[in-house]
Every structure is written in structure tokens, then in C-alpha cells.
């Protein structure tokens, strides 16, 4: 004999089955990975930092020396040259800049000019790099800067070719052994800018017109407070 159960029971009846079943696989849902937190020490927040300890100082603007052909050299041979002049018609894009340097050599390969300051451009802070605008006109030379660290030693350190049209800041950062540390407080130490060196490109034999040209603003540099040790060790 056929047992009769009302629709509404079996409707009943699947819904509990259903809601019994569901905590089940709720259960059994995968929980979300929390992704930790981006370290603080991050590349992006040791720059931020890094920018926060360090200034930017004008080491030579070129707005009250005076450069002329005295300040400039270049080893002599036959038909090499070279000229600089302090320049007003159009300084790089920078507040204030009214005067830059500019400079033009008759030169190949091996043909060094040699740009040398009127004075002494001393950096007393702890350096993390050089920079210099420089104004290229597309030539191959290669552009370099002398310095003498703090114990008197020298180091020649490129800024690269000056294969570019326009205003450009070219940067150097200074080696991890150029020293420049104080090493008694009594005796602050500084490094120097001694020169400026410019490689001309050209290795054909040179033509009359076969001139380099271009121009120096804002030299500055990138410098904190040195570190001071406080601690008193006679004890």
C-alpha cells in the first residue's frame, strides 16, 4: 500500500537537510591568506629617509667667480685649444641662476682640458654624491671631476658623455672608500673639488671647425652631518 506525505512535509524535510549541511561546508571554506604588512624598511622608505638626513648645498654657482682662459688648460701640441667664459644668454632651469660657464675645446682623444676653480670649493659635511648641470650639444666627449678626499688622496670620477641636446643634471656618487670622516673631533676634516676634465671624442686628425661646446651651472652636493662619537673612553 503507497504511504501518502503532503508536499508541504518533503519541503520541510529538504530544508532542514539543507541548513544542516550548510554550517558543514562553511566550515570547510578556505579562510583568506592576510598578507603581512610592507616593511618599513623598504627601498622606497630608506629613500624617503635618506632624503629626510640629507640636503642638497651649493658647492659653485658660478654667479661670483670669474672664469677665463687662466682657468682652463690643455696639453698643447699642435692645433689644440681651449676657452671658457662665464655666460649669461640662457643659464639652466634653476631658481636664481644667472651665470653658468661656458666652455669650447679644439681637441681629440687624449687631448685633457683642464677646468681649475679660482678658489678652493671645499664640501665639510659627510658627501654622498656630486652633481653638476651641464648643457650638451651632442658631442662624444666624456666629462670628469678630480677630487681629493680627506687624506689628501685624488680620485678622477666620470660623470659620463655629453652625447645629449639641452639642460641636464648628471650626478656622481662617491665610492664607500673615499674617505672623508673626521677623525678626532678637534680636527674636522674636508674633501675637495679640485678640477673639472673634459675627454674630447674625436679620434680622426682635427679640421678647423672641429670644435666641442658646452656649458657648466650649479655644481652642488649631497651632504649630511658627519657622525660624532659623544663617547668618552678614558674612563
Known amino acids: 500500500m503507497e504511504v501518502y506525505i503532503p508536499m508541504k512535509k518533503i519541503y520541510f524535510f529538504s530544508l532542514l537537510t539543507v541548513l544542516a549541511i550548510c554550517p558543514a561546508f562553511a566550515q570547510q571554506k578556505p579562510q583568506t591568506e592576510t598578507k603581512p604588512a610592507a616593511d618599513a624598511t623598504s627601498a622606497e622608505d630608506a629613500s624617503v629617509i635618506s632624503d629626510q638626513v640629507y640636503k642638497e648645498v651649493t658647492v659653485e654657482d658660478f654667479e661670483t667667480n670669474v672664469y677665463t682662459d687662466k682657468n682652463i688648460e690643455i696639453f698643447r701640441t699642435k692645433d689644440q685649444e681651449a676657452h671658457a667664459s662665464i655666460r649669461t ?123 666641442d661646446y658646452f656649458y657648466l651651472d650649479d655644481i652642488s652636493a649631497k651632504v649630511r652631518k658627519k657622525y660624532v662619537d659623544k663617547q668618552n673612553d678614558a674612563w
Open 89 to 211: 644668454e640662457y643659464p639652466a632651469p634653476l631658481k636664481d641662476s644667472k651665470k653658468y660657464l661656458g666652455v669650447k675645446i679644439h681637441g681629440r682623444v687624449g687631448d685633457w682640458a683642464t677646468i681649475i676653480p679660482p678658489k678652493e670649493l671645499a664640501i665639510a659635511d659627510h658627501c654622498q654624491s656630486i652633481s653638476v648641470w651641464v648643457y650638451g650639444k651632442n658631442f662624444s666627449g666624456e666629462l670628469f671631476v678630480q677630487m681629493k678626499d680627506a687624506d689628501g688622496q685624488s680620485k678622477k670620477l666620470s660623470f659620463g658623455k655629453l652625447n645629449f641636446l639641452g639642460w641636464r643634471k648628471l650626478t656622481i656618487t662617491l665610492p664607500k672608500d673615499f674617505a672623508q670622516e673626521d677623525k678626532f673631533l678637534s680636527q674636522p676634516r674636508s674633501i675637495y673639488i679640485v678640477k673639472i676634465l673634459y675627454n674630447p671624442g674625436r679620434t680622426e686628425q682635427l679640421k678647423e671647425n672641429d670644435w
